[in-house]
């Protein structure tokens, strides 16, 4: 959920090396980029639905999704769970590395995002946790790999624990870029501010973001928009809507490296993103001023489930884990023809990976350190789950990567994407 400023793709090309091509030659250029961008943006792939029943709760929804990589029901098949503003164009960003791998990266839209229904702020958890079987039904997959990104963990982690048997037994890893910590264990002064609005102004948080979008800061990246966002006032510009190019390009404005992870060059990746939010913008974006009463814990969005509690949480996702590896073990050797190979029940290991940005002026160091704290005892040299009884089934892992924010820690060009693609993938991967 995050936005970075950037230049305009003549510009990327410049900085990338050649001369500045005369005005009438760099405008066909752009055109052909936006036109090439559309139709890419526009594909079917991106833009599939499915439709959940009536139940007690709500009336029949609509769910809008979208496939990235290997569009293929034989594939392996990771379920990707964005950020605030992260809906289903986020598997534009897996598209080529995905296809690499020969993975296909599923992205769904959460309600009132995109195409999806809206339904009351209270039921966006239950209403997640029907939406994902049925998604694997409409998709035709047994297991999905899991991850993901800022608020969207809070989701990740329901799931997990609600239904333990979603992950292939050859990976059972739940892999989580920069989770959302809640605002009062974080030092970021912004939100602690944003907790204590009103409920009222802070549904009208994805309005207030078209605005921004739209005027103050019209090129962003897709992995989301908030941080960039906020931060934007603070971004040196020269005055030309560049901003200050006399510095390094970062790897997502890098031509080499965005032909190596997106398959295109830093200035076609780029008016990609452009295209991108506008066609963000054009769908219903409530879902993420949902998603910000929820993330800000406001009593009309109910609670965060299972994962309300941070530091009681892995405790109970660990007996979670072994009561479910135990009923498994069971299943197996109930059948007669079980395969003799006792590996075949899978490893009775959960590891929960989680990658954090360098610097991350939404989750901050205190917010970091609060999470990996609340894991602590699960810890890969930590002997036992905690109670000193049982052996663990959970193990926490972490890492830091380079050069990386809020908004960029997933983008393909940063290469932790890539490197959880391959862990899924395991030894027989390419």
Not at 6 to 13: I, K, N
Request: aromatic fraction near 8%; glycine fraction near 8%.
């Amino acid at each position: 959920m995050a936005a970075a400023a950037g230049g305009t793709a003549p510009d990327l090309v410049a900085a990338a090396g050649p001369a500045p091509m005369p005005a009438a030659s760099t405008t066909s250029q752009q055109e052909e980029l936006d036109s090439r961008a559309s139709e890419f943006i526009t594909q079917e792939q991106f833009t599939r639905r499915f439709t959940l029943p009536t139940t007690d709760s709500h009336g029949e929804l609509v769910v809008t999704y979208a496939v990235g990589g290997l569009d293929s029901e034989t594939a392996p098949t990771v379920l990707f769970i964005g950020g605030m503003f992260g809906g289903r164009y986020l598997a534009s960003m897996a598209e080529h590395v995905g296809k690499n791998l020969g993975m296909r990266i599923i992205v769904p839209d959460r309600p009132g995002m995109g195409g999806s229904t809206v339904v009351n702020p209270s039921l966006r958890l239950s209403v997640w946790l029907e939406t994902v079987p049925a998604l694997m039904r409409a998709i035709n997959a047994q297991h999905v790999s899991i991850a993901a990104h800022s608020c969207g963990v809070i989701y990740a982690l329901n799931t997990i624990y609600e239904m333990p048997w979603i992950l292939p037994r050859s990976n059972r890893k739940l892999y989580l870029f920069s989770p959302w910590v809640s605002p009062e264990h974080t030092d970021v002064t912004m939100l602690s501010l944003a907790s204590h609005l009103p409920w009222g102004l802070i549904n009208n948080f994805d309005s207030i973001i078209r605005f921004v979008n739209g005027t103050v800061m019209p090129t962003v990246h897709f992995s989301g928009m908030v941080s960039g966002v906020v931060s934007a006032p603070f971004t040196a510009n020269r005055g030309d809507g560049r901003g200050d190019r006399s510095k390094p390009l970062e790897r997502h404005e890098r031509d080499d490296v965005c032909r190596e992870y997106c398959g295109v060059s830093a200035a076609e990746n780029s008016a990609r993103s452009k295209v991108l939010m506008r066609t963000v913008f054009k769908e219903s974006t409530l879902g993420a001023s949902h998603d910000a009463l929820l993330s800000l814990r406001k009593e009309v969005a109910g609670s965060w489930g299972v994962c309300d509690n941070y530091e009681t949480y892995p405790h109970a996702l660990d007996a979670k884990m072994r009561a479910f590896f135990q009923e498994e073990k069971k299943a197996k050797t109930s059948q007669e023809t079980a395969p003799s190979n006792s590996a075949a029940a899978g490893s009775e290991r959960f590891v929960l990976k989680t990658i954090w940005a360098e610097k991350d002026m939404m989750i901050g160091e205190k917010g970091e350190e609060y999470f990996n704290n609340c894991f602590q005892l699960f810890g890969e040299n930590e002997g036992s789950s905690g109670n000193g009884e049982e052996p663990k089934c959970l193990f926490y892992e972490s890492e830091v990567v380079p050069e990386t924010n809020h908004e960029t820690v997933c983008l393909p060009q940063y290469e932790a994407l890539s490197r959880i693609l391959r862990d899924i993938l395991g030894p027989q991967g390419p």
